[in-house]
T-cell receptor, first 113, second 114 residues
Framework: DQQVKQNSPSLSVQEGRISILNCDYT??????FLWYKKYPAEGPTFLIS?????DKNEDGRFTVFLNKSAKHLSLHIVPSQPGDSAVYFC????????????FGAGTILRVKS | DVKVTQSSRYLVKRTGEKVFLECVQD?????MFWYRQDPGLGLRLIYF???????EKGDIPEGYSVSREKKERFSLILESASTNQTSMYLC?????????????FGSGTQLSVL
């Protein structure tokens, strides 16, 4: 059973609007969360992260929100740009997993111009 | 920036063949990882290494082995390739291996086993 779930396989957004990508996790021992972005024919690249001691982290157009009680995090991209079109992976880690990350299945974001 | 290089972009192999996937990183990172990416399953950890000649099993090590004879190089070995090992294989590295640290990925090797 997947411990990190990205229930939306794809999302389509108009350029300039907000993109919201969601991620749910089942293990309450996860305490660090990361988002990676992947373009076709390239490896994933780190985008933004958040520790469980925070509920929000912002980096330019990208903001990650964490709701620990709901075991839910979301990535907001404002404003969305065509270059943001990629696959976005949510990942989680916890001390009981050592140095391993648990990844979600990914969400394909398409930003239309 | 860290560069993680995977030797092949595409590979086609036959069932039963022994397959070597090579990965080299140029930033003196201690930790290296092998993942496979499959549609609907995301990235799953096969093996990782935190030091030369050291290795740890990930979540799906069955059918795979690894070798790390030099710090910069981490090889994934499919002892006898099977069709269910057709996948995108991604190598990654990190400096300290702490779970909060970001990973640097290679571009991936798309392996097809016929």
């Amino acid at each position: 059973d997947q411990q990190v779930k990205q229930n939306s396989p794809s999302l389509s957004v108009q350029e300039g609007r907000i993109s919201i990508l969601n991620c749910d996790y089942t293990n309450s021992m996860f305490d660090y969360f990361l988002w990676y972005k992947k373009y076709p024919a390239e490896g994933p690249t780190f985008l933004i992260s958040i520790s469980s001691i925070k509920d929000k982290n912002e980096d330019g157009r990208f903001t990650v929100f964490l709701n620990k009680s709901a075991k839910h995090l979301s990535l907001h991209i404002v404003p969305s740009q065509p270059g943001d079109s990629a696959v976005y992976f949510c990942a989680a880690s916890g001390e009981e997993y050592g140095n391993k990350l648990v990844f979600g299945a990914g969400t394909i974001l398409r930003v239309k111009s | 920036d860290v560069k993680v290089t995977q030797s092949s972009r595409y590979l086609v192999k036959r069932t039963g063949e022994k397959v070597f996937l090579e990965c080299v990183q140029d930033m003196d990172h201690e930790n290296m990882f092998w993942y496979r990416q499959d549609p609907g399953l995301g990235l799953r950890l096969i093996y990782f290494s935190y030091d030369v000649k050291m290795k740890e099993k990930g979540d799906i090590p069955e059918g795979y082995s690894v070798s790390r004879e030099k710090k910069e190089r981490f090889s994934l070995i499919l002892e006898s390739a099977s069709t269910n090992q057709t996948s995108m294989y991604l190598c990654a590295s990190s400096l300290t291996g702490h779970r909060s640290e970001k990973l640097f990925f290679g571009s991936g090797t798309q392996l097809s086993v016929l």
